[in-house]
């Protein structure tokens, strides 16, 4: 499986398995691990960041980029869901999840995450996983299959630690929909570790990378 991999530095007994947004690349989060590793803390924590498949995006006129799955409108993003997509691409992250459990990696020492599209392939997987996972790290993303989610957990009932990061000033994914993410979460009892940056826009801030540190160290410490 295409992806950028980086191992710990220590023996691995944690995995954070990332997913990048429309258009990007896992070689364009890199630089997360590369901070995380000034940290001791994180060298016994392997990283991985899947690249995305290249296809066809309506939102984008139909050209062809790395993508999750495809897009028809981000003012209505439950409207017309590439259902389909979705579901392929959480395949892709078990895929992944799998990959570091046959390595002798146990589940709770797994995080999975993403930003973006990679945010909503990120919650999805937590949401309908079967295991108990580290947690799950959601930014700058949404909630997909709102109306069906909630029943698609029932069936799994696990409970998995979340963060969830939003810029409120982000003009490409609503603030709004980080909200419904939260109201949501919250519904299933979920531990939620929701963080709001005002004039944050469609990116990462340096408070936020920050945040997301304090959390992996709480729930795959060392």
């Known amino acids: 499986m295409s992806a950028v991999r980086v191992p710990a530095i220590a023996e691995h007994t944690a995995t954070v398995i990332f997913m990048h947004g429309l258009g ?10 590369d901070e995380y590793r000034r ?7 392997s990283f991985v960041f899947p690249n995305a498949p290249k296809q066809k995006v309506t939102l984008n006129f139909g050209l062809e980029m790395p993508s999750w799955f495809d897009i028809t409108s981000l003012d209505k993003v439950e409207a017309r869901e590439d259902v389909k997509g979705i579901n392929e691409s959480v395949g892709r992250m078990r895929s992944f999840i799998k990959e570091e459990l046959d390595k002798g990696i146990k589940p709770e020492r797994i995080v999975i995450g993403g930003f973006s599209q990679g945010c909503v392939i990120s919650l999805m997987t937590g949401l309908t996983s079967d295991i108990k996972l580290g947690g799950v790290v ?76 304090t959390f992996l160290q709480r729930v795959i410490p060392k």
């Not at 990007?24 to 691990?33: E, Q, R, V």
């Open 39 to 45: 940290n001791p803390a994180f060298n016994h924590v």
């Open 138 to 213: 959601g930014l700058s993303g949404f909630m997909a299959q709102r109306s069906s989610i909630v029943e698609m957990h029932k069936k799994a009932a696990v409970k998995i630690p979340y963060f969830v990061g939003h810029g409120t000033n982000d003009p490409v994914v609503k603030y709004e929909y980080c909200l419904l993410t939260k109201q949501i979460l919250e519904s299933l009892n979920m531990p939620l570790e929701f963080h709001e940056y005002p004039g944050l826009t469609h990116s990462v801030s340096p408070t936020e990378i920050e945040h997301i540190s």
């Open 24 to 33: 990007d690349s896992g070689s364009g989060w890199k630089f997360l691990a």
